[in-house]
């Protein structure tokens, strides 16, 4: 899965703040990282309030987001140089100070770049990836790829089966397939009650059709029939 580096500028408001967390839980869903989500949110949230409230409202901000090796990249960057996100012992009852100790708790590792005309505030958090255009979700996914790859070939699907197979066991199978492939469209950021209903829906009609088709040739057939025994002796 190819997961491309992204950057949106925005104004740094408080009602900024939502929009930029739909559209952080819309990419990591895009690259197949739906378990990422609330922390990457989190982050997100406090790192834009950090430079409402340190650097001011309004200030030009830049969201981005990156893949490092196999860890989720969260950069946001504000022009001010001078104030630098700070890591706080703050009270339990304390209404502020606590938003980089929760990023702190959050991400795997974070930091601050500073560049001559701005800031970087950046924070990475781990995934479950063997490399950075893998995905996750273990054998089942595999597997599924691996069949989706002879449909894509749109030729024909070549599989060994055994004679002894019973109807039961291979229900089980048939199962087992639906169920990788559901695994599979979770892991690269799919809806997987979506697909069913939209399989539903295609089998659904694929039946009526093979249906009305029966109907019709069997219709021909009685026809054909009554034909041949009004001209035959």
Same mark, same amino acid.
């Given at each position: ?11 740094? +408001? ?16 895009? *690259? ?40 989720? $990249? ?12 700070? @890591? ?9 100070? $606590? ?22 505030? *950046?924070?990475?958090?781990?995934? $479950? ?52 492939? @559901? ?20 089998? +659904? ?29």
């Amino acid at each position: 899965m190819t997961r491309k580096p992204w950057e949106i500028p925005f104004l740094a +408001e408080p009602e900024e703040v939502a929009a930029m967390r739909r559209i952080m839980r819309l990419h990591l869903n895009l *690259w197949g990282l739906p378990e990422l989500v609330d922390a990457a949110q989190l982050c997100v949230s406090e790192l834009v309030a950090n430079v409402i409230t340190h650097v001011g409202p309004h200030t030009p901000t830049t969201l981005g987001l990156t893949m490092r090796d196999t860890h989720v $990249r969260i950069e946001v960057s504000d022009p001010d140089t001078r104030a630098l996100p700070t @890591l706080l012992a703050a009270e339990a009852d304390a209404e502020s100070g $606590r938003g980089m100790a929760l990023l702190d708790a959050v991400a795997d590792r974070w930091g601050v770049i500073l560049r001559s005309d701005s800031k970087v505030t *950046w924070c990475e958090l781990a995934t $479950r990836l063997g490399s950075p255009t893998g995905h996750t979700g273990g054998l089942r996914v595999d597997r599924a790829e691996a069949l989706i790859g002879h449909y894509g070939e749109r030729g024909p699907l070549r599989l060994e089966v055994s004679s002894s197979l019973t109807v039961a066991v291979a229900e089980e199978a048939a199962i087992d397939v639906i169920a990788d492939l @559901l695994h599979w469209l979770r892991a690269h950021g799919c809806d997987p009650d979506e697909a069913l209903d939209r399989a539903q829906e295609h089998f +659904e009609v694929e039946v009526d059709e093979v249906g009305d088709r029966s109907a019709s040739a069997s219709g021909q057939q009685r026809l054909r029939d009554a034909r041949q025994d009004r001209w035959l002796p």
